[in-house]
């Protein structure tokens, strides 16, 4: 059974940080991609960040230089660090593998 498990979501002042993981299990195929969408209230799904296997990352335009996404291939684990958070960033965030395997989300509300 596949099971993503993320945690590290909460309140967090505008300009503060906060670092999600995303821990996944059960994955029987080798796993090549990692990364975070987020979904707020009314809004679409959209996709974040992306790290391989490889190491290499990608980002939106709207996280890059804020956000850093890494991960451990060995653990089947990825985390996003997240600095100089907005209130726009307030949303669920999920953690993908694959592009086909979700979390279940962690909430992050940026508010003062």
């Known amino acids: 059974q596949v099971r993503l498990v993320e945690s590290g979501g909460g309140l967090v002042q505008p300009g503060g940080s906060l670092r999600l993981s995303c821990a996944a299990s059960?994955?029987?195929?080798?796993?090549?991609?990692m990364g975070w969408y987020r979904q707020a209230p009314g809004k679409e799904r959209e996709w974040v960040a992306i790290?391989?296997?490889?190491?290499?990352?990608n980002y939106a335009g709207s996280v890059k230089g804020r956000f850093t996404i890494s991960g451990d291939y060995a653990r089947n684990t990825v985390y996003l660090q997240m600095n100089s958070l907005k209130p726009e960033d307030t949303a669920v965030y999920y953690c993908?593998?694959?592009?086909?395997?979700w979390g279940q989300g962690t909430q992050v509300t940026v508010s003062s």
């Open positions: 993908n593998v694959q592009s086909v395997y």
């Open positions: 059960g994955i029987r195929s080798s796993i090549n991609t």
């Open positions: 790290i391989t296997r490889g190491g290499s990352t």
